[in-house]
């Protein structure tokens, strides 16, 4: 077992004396022998290791909208282009909540009308003053 991770200890140490010649900052490593790992002790370290997740989800870059105009960029787990926020009700004035009603209010729905059509009576020649020749 000590043979075990002396062999990992050395070859921490022999990784860490070539990120040393890239990176001179990566010098100091130590070794928890309880948790049987070795890191760096530098704040160059977020660059040469990751991320210790067992998942890596996806976030993408959303502008977020709020409800007085001002956005900034969020980190998103769906890709949107635009997300915004809703307005508060009761910070509005009388005005702005009837003007607000008015426009979420459904419209009446537009009468159809239907024509009845006769064809005997139409005459096609009462219509030749409205054709245009391309002559």
């Not at 890596?56 to 997300?83: A, N």
Request: glycine share 2%.
């Amino acid at each position: 077992m000590a043979a075990v991770m002396f062999a990992r200890l050395e070859t921490v140490l022999q990784r860490s004396r070539t990120l040393q010649s890239y990176f001179g900052c990566c010098s100091q490593i130590y070794y928890n022998a309880a948790a049987n790992t070795s890191r760096p002790q530098s704040t160059c370290s977020a660059s040469i290791t990751r991320l210790k997740k067992s998942t890596y989800p996806r976030m993408y870059k959303v502008r977020l909208v709020q409800p007085d105009g001002s956005s900034y960029t969020i980190r998103y787990h769906e890709p949107l282009k635009l997300i915004r926020l809703p307005v508060d009700p009761s910070t509005l004035t009388e005005e702005e909540r009837k003007e607000r009603l008015r426009r979420l209010k459904p419209e009446k729905p537009k009468k159809i009308y239907q024509i009845e059509d006769d064809d005997g009576d139409f005459d096609q020649r009462s219509w030749t003053n409205l054709i245009k020749k391309n002559s």
